[in-house]
């Protein structure tokens, strides 16, 4: 059996036929894959996915930096890539992470780039992982959120030690690392749920298929 | 899940991640702009405007939950900060005025060199409607001394008439009782003016002796002769405000208004000494 087909086995929902026959030697010219990627939604995942980068990074550099919950400003992103990537599995979780580290670097005017490789292994893993070995489930969602939260801390110690002089370890951590981690984790649910009941409509459970 | 990363595509973004990752470095350690990062600036910026706008419309309407204790601090501490100013403004206006008084003191020092002037607040005014008294807060223990001129930078007030350790009383020329040595410095003719009772309510005295043939008109300037040893000579006492000439009698009815306004006087100044100098009609011509 066919790696993809062992993924197909495994995967909570059904992929549509349609998305399948993408990988089928007759579909293969250009004019034939367009139309699939149209019928098989993919082009309307693609503008949810776009909508939900662009909602979340406004909300995250506006909103809730001027609030400062927690004294920090929260990552909504790293939740957003992960959500994705549960919901339409690696490989968009990946490409998603490269945008959204993309996306919330130029808003934020960072000099330093460092978000694009945890975003796209964020994504791109919790995709895997949701395919090949957890179901896709709120605490399997609680634990990717908290361990890839855990390795923004250490980017965000690596950004500080680069562009802050003479910056004091628990300076770093208690005015800026652990207020990031604490607000991150608090309002992550929100890209979370948001992600779930955006990209819910592309998704048919396998009842509802066999039906 | 060793599986995961070895996969064609993973190296692929993994390779595109870094180079999203050093590229943008790069070029903002060299200070050009990433032609991505602009372009999505550029197209999200209206979006971040709107963002923020709903941002600071949440921010006020939040701010009167949980900034209430915040706001009733910072309006205490404002109404202090406003009663402080506004004292700092009723301080600035009172220097302002002295300022300008000092200004017009100095100036007559420079005008008369040999005058020795001290400085004085005016405390009270007559008690009665007969009188234009005043009394002042400089006394003898400043060296002050019956018969005394007072003045301002305007003209003549008056001279002392009764003097205390720390007080003094002032007699206007308005009063009937005063007299001052003038003559008009336009024509040069010499007269005294004297205070009316009739007229002193509206700060004017009469001028009188005047030639029965003087060309003084209304408003010719009316300065002190130094005739009388009280008043040194070239102090503005007036201005002409009527002339009346009498044919049978051949006399001038002269009214003048006094330039010192005594209704709104707070400060004079008392000259303790000058060189005394008496105007002659030989003088003046």
């Not at chain 2, 070029?27 to 971040?48: E, H, I, K, W, Y």
């Not at chain 2, 009394?135 to 223990?141: A, K, L």
């Not at chain 2, 405000?241 to 009698?249: K, L, P, Q």
Request: a negative charge; glycine letters at 6%.
């Amino acid at each position: 059996m066919k790696k993809r087909d062992k993924i197909l086995m495994k995967s909570e929902t059904v992929i549509s036929e349609k998305e399948i026959d993408l990988h089928r030697p007759e579909t293969r010219s250009l004019r034939q894959r367009i139309k699939a990627i149209i019928d098989a939604d993919i082009a309307g995942r693609f503008v949810v996915c776009v909508l939900l980068l662009v909602f979340f990074a406004l909300l995250q550099t506006t909103v809730f930096a001027r609030f400062r919950p927690f004294g920090a400003i929260p990552d909504l992103m790293l939740p957003l890539c992960l959500a994705v990537g549960m919901t339409e599995r690696g490989r968009w979780g990946a490409i998603f992470g490269i945008a959204a580290a993309f996306v919330i670097e130029s808003l934020g005017a960072a000099t330093v780039s460092v978000l694009a490789v945890l975003y796209m292994l964020a994504g791109y893993l919790a995709g895997c992982l949701t395919a090949e070995m957890f179901r896709d489930t709120p605490a399997t969602r609680a634990a990717y959120t908290l361990v890839a939260c855990g390795l923004h801390m250490l980017t965000t110690l690596f950004v500080l030690y680069v562009t802050v002089e003479g910056i004091h370890f628990g300076d770093a951590m208690l005015k800026s690392v652990l207020p990031e981690f604490v607000a991150s984790v608090v309002f992550a649910p929100i890209p979370h749920v948001v992600a779930w009941l955006a990209l819910k409509p592309f998704h048919k459970p396998r009842e509802e298929k066999v039906q | 899940m060793k599986q995961f990363f070895q996969s064609k595509f993973f190296y692929v973004v993994t390779v595109i991640a870094l180079l999203f990752c050093i590229v943008p470095t790069v070029l903002a350690s060299m200070g050009v702009t990433f032609v991505l990062r602009d372009a999505v600036n550029g197209v999200l910026t209206p979006f971040q405007k709107f963002f923020n706008y709903a941002a600071d419309a949440m921010d006020g309407f939040a701010g009167y939950f949980y900034r209430f204790d915040e706001l009733v601090e910072e309006n205490n501490q404002l109404r202090e900060q406003v009663a402080e100013l506004q004292t700092q403004i009723y301080d600035s206006t009172e220097r302002e005025e002295m300022f300008a008084w000092m200004a017009d003191f100095l100036e007559m020092k420079r005008v008369h060199t040999d005058y020795k002037m001290l400085p004085a607040s005016v405390t009270g005014r007559e008690s009665g409607n007969y009188s234009k008294a005043l009394t002042i807060d400089v006394g003898s223990s400043a060296g002050v001394e019956i018969n005394m001129p007072v003045v301002t930078s305007e003209g003549i007030v008056g001279r002392i008439t009764e003097v205390g350790h720390n007080w003094s009383k002032v007699t206007t020329i308005v009063e009937p009782n005063s007299s001052v040595g003038a003559y008009v410095e336009r024509t040069n003719d010499l007269g005294v003016c004297r205070g009316d009772f009739s007229l002193a309510a509206d700060g004017l005295i009469r001028l009188n002796y005047l030639p029965g043939d003087s060309a003084a008109a209304v408003g010719d300037r009316i300065l002190s002769s130094g005739y009388g040893s009280v008043y040194p000579r070239g102090l503005v006492i007036g201005y002409i405000d009527s002339v009346e000439v009498n044919a049978y009698t051949r006399s001038m009815t002269v009214q003048v208004r006094c330039a010192a306004d005594y209704s709104d006087l707070s400060r004079v100044m008392v000259l303790t000494d000058y060189d005394i100098t008496v105007v002659s009609a030989s003088d003046l011509d």
